[in-house]
């Protein structure tokens, strides 16, 4: 099923809701289709009431674009027809009964790409031309408006407005008769540096988990798709009109990329600064180290992309079966530190010192430790108080027999020393079976 989601309002209510219908319809016929075992005699039904309600949202749009006098309107008429002519001449294989289904879902599946390009790449831009021309500021400034706090992502904008500046500017030159040459090179410029920026963005989202990564897609593929189109060789057959057509172009590329801008791009950026928020509140309490914090979220994030995108590559198993070999490994009865998150929320992204119990290669069995400081009180049934070195250094520590756990050795944080334990190993193990087990010494 398609959805029409967010991304594809163009705060026209009318025509946001007749975009709406024309998403029902197609997910309707799609529906019919994989319930209905002969679609033969239902597709022609199905597509005349698709032709019939298209014809009459495009009469509506087309008035409302005339009525506001939008510079648009030639091209949404010329896709309009495109999209009446692909119904028109339909022609559904009846060889048999899945050539049937096949050919119609074939054409359903085209007709919902045309619509999504449609919308994020032409109806996305009705009204906001004529703005663009209205204003008394430069159009082709980078102004803060346009600004996302973002310095990549601000830093790649810019230069996208001067490309587009730069191709208005020679349009403009009248002393140049023979533009075609140089407009082409700017626009295939303005294509590949977009491509570019688009790769830049994406990239930019995957990593923060964007929840809009999919939206933005879709709309910078419809962009895309639309600087492919442009076909400059028609402007030979022109002549008066390569000027206003040319123009034209520009106010559209001018107007989708603001647009695009304040609508959607400064969303990542409240995206980030709601993280930001929090770091700051959470510093701001004083309870909480959120440098350690992010440091230590730093460390495990490279520790991942050193997995996924050099042991994986490197050895190019399944990553299930692709293993973290560390350089060195803690022995039985020594302490070491893993990243295990012992507790919610004090601990969320932090490891402990821990007590290695057993060894079984690619696992250890662990008991967390935690300091025991001048006012921590007497240890507990499931607890045990032990004595340990770090360095030359005597420390105390409290294991914590509740939380026992097998952890896999990549949880290992190699960056701190492994503690040598003073307490007597047996004194540990007949502690663990009297209070786990129910044992004693005997046993």
């Not at 994020?120 to 703005?131: E, R, V």
């Not at 023979?178 to 790769?199: C, G, N, P, S, W």
């Not at 079984?360 to 025991?372: A, Q, W």
């Not at 360095?391 to 026992?404: A, C, E």
Request: glycine share 2%; hydrophobic share 35%.
């Amino acid at each position: 099923m398609y959805e029409f989601t967010e991304d594809c309002m163009i705060h026209i209510p009318q025509i946001d809701e007749e975009h709406r219908k024309l998403f029902q319809i197609i997910n309707d016929a799609l529906s019919l289709v994989k319930t209905t075992e002969d679609i033969s005699g239902i597709a022609q039904s199905l597509l005349l009431h698709l032709k019939d309600y298209a014809n009459t949202h495009f009469a509506h749009e087309e008035a409302y674009m005339e009525q506001i006098h939008d510079p648009e309107l030639p091209l949404q008429k010329k896709e309009h027809a495109e999209f009446a002519e692909k119904i028109n001449s339909f022609i559904l294989d009846k060889s048999s009964k899945e050539a049937a289904r096949a050919s119609f879902e074939e054409l359903l599946s085209y007709l919902v790409r045309w619509l999504y390009h449609h919308i994020l790449s032409s109806d996305m831009m009705i009204g906001k031309m004529s703005a663009v021309e209205g204003t008394s500021e430069d159009p082709f400034a980078f102004t803060d408006k346009y600004k996302t706090g973002i310095d990549l992502v601000d830093k790649e904008h810019r230069r996208l407005f001067e490309i587009i500046k730069e191709t208005n500017d020679l349009i403009q030159n009248d002393l140049l008769h023979d533009k075609y040459d140089e407009i082409m090179r700017l626009l295939v410029k303005l294509k590949d540096y977009t491509q570019f920026h688009f790769a830049d963005e994406e990239m930019l989202m995957e990593k923060m988990h964007y929840p809009e990564l999919a939206a933005q897609k879709r709309a910078h593929t419809a962009f895309v798709e639309r600087l492919v189109e442009i076909d400059l060789s028609e402007l030979d057959d022109m002549d008066n009109n390569q000027q206003t057509y040319l123009l034209e172009l520009i106010q559209f590329l001018l107007g989708w990329l603001s647009n695009h801008i304040i609508g959607m791009d400064k969303k990542i950026a409240v995206y980030m600064d709601e993280m930001k928020k929090s770091l700051k509140n959470l510093k701001e309490t004083e309870c909480y180290d959120v440098e350690k914090y992010t440091y230590s979220l730093l460390h495990q994030t490279r520790q991942l992309e050193y997995f996924y995108c050099q042991l994986v590559e490197e050895e190019n198993p399944e990553p299930d079966q692709t293993y973290y070999h560390v350089s060195r490994r803690p022995m039985v009865h020594q302490m070491a530190y893993f990243n295990i998150g012992r507790g919610f929320p004090k601990e969320l992204m932090d490891g402990h010192w821990c007590y290695v119990l057993k060894d079984f290669g690619s696992k250890m069995l662990v008991i967390p430790c935690t300091s025991i400081k001048e006012d921590s009180p007497e240890a507990t049934e499931y607890e045990l108080d032990i004595r340990a070195k770090i360095r030359k250094y005597p420390i105390r520590s409290r294991m914590q027999l509740s939380d026992m756990r097998v952890v896999d050795l990549q949880r290992l944080d190699i960056r701190k020393r492994f503690c040598n334990v003073i307490t007597d190993k047996k004194e540990i193990e007949n502690h663990i079976k009297h209070i786990i087990f129910d044992e004693d010494d005997e046993y």
